[in-house]
């Protein structure tokens, strides 16, 4: 029974420190986050940290891996459609991954500035991401592609990302528009990636 105890207490540990740190990356910049800023936040001791993560990296490689679990999920909903042949299907990403950013906004932005100064982490990143590639250039069969799968869906997700990080940052909401936003970006996407 102590055993399980003690796991529960790890397990809430880390969920606090991971939910301290989103909320200091959205204050004040990963860049500008230091361990002690986290670990004040969760009402921990900076020691507490350490049993958890190496360093300030390795908690942003877990919140990566908790959004990754997160998309895996939506993309198991049965309403995910599959053939971007289809328009409707690529506006649902689009939709979605909008949505998704907005929710996650604070950890997306951190992610951006620790590829930007660790080239170690931006290989690590890019490999954690590389199955969400995959699954977007399934998503492309049947089209008359631009180039391979892997770089059209490389096309595709880069072009959506920067485009939604871009009108969150121009509108602090993210709201203004939207709807004519995720519509523009969509017929572009589906233009683009259908000849």
């Not at 796991?7 to 986050?33: D, H, I, S």
């Not at 679990?69 to 991954?97: N, Q, S």
């Not at 528009?177 to 017929?187: C, V, W």
């Amino acid at each position: 029974m102590v055993v399980g105890t003690r796991k529960q207490q790890a397990e809430r540990t880390e969920a606090e420190l991971k939910a301290a740190a989103v909320r200091v990356f959205a204050r004040v910049g990963y860049l500008n986050t230091k361990i002690t800023d986290i670990t004040a936040e969760a009402g921990r001791a900076t020691g507490s940290f350490y049993k958890h993560f190496t360093g300030k990296e390795k908690l942003l490689e877990a919140l990566l891996a908790d959004m990754l679990a997160e998309g895996d999920a939506r993309a198991e909903l049965p309403e995910h459609p599959t053939d971007f042949r289809d328009r409707a299907a690529v506006r649902w990403h689009v939709e979605l991954y909008w949505g998704f950013y907005r929710e996650n906004r604070a950890v997306m932005s951190a992610l951006q500035q620790a590829a930007i100064v660790d080239e170690e982490f931006a290989r690590r990143s890019r490999e954690m991401l590389e199955p969400d590639l995959q699954h977007i250039a399934g998503h492309l069969a049947g089209l008359e592609l631009p180039g391979d799968p892997m770089t059209a869906a490389s096309l595709f997700t880069t072009t959506l990302s920067g485009a939604v990080a871009g009108w969150f940052e121009e509108s602090e909401a993210g709201r203004d528009d939207e709807t004519a936003r995720i519509e523009a970006l969509t017929t572009f996407l589906h233009r683009g990636m259908g000849g």
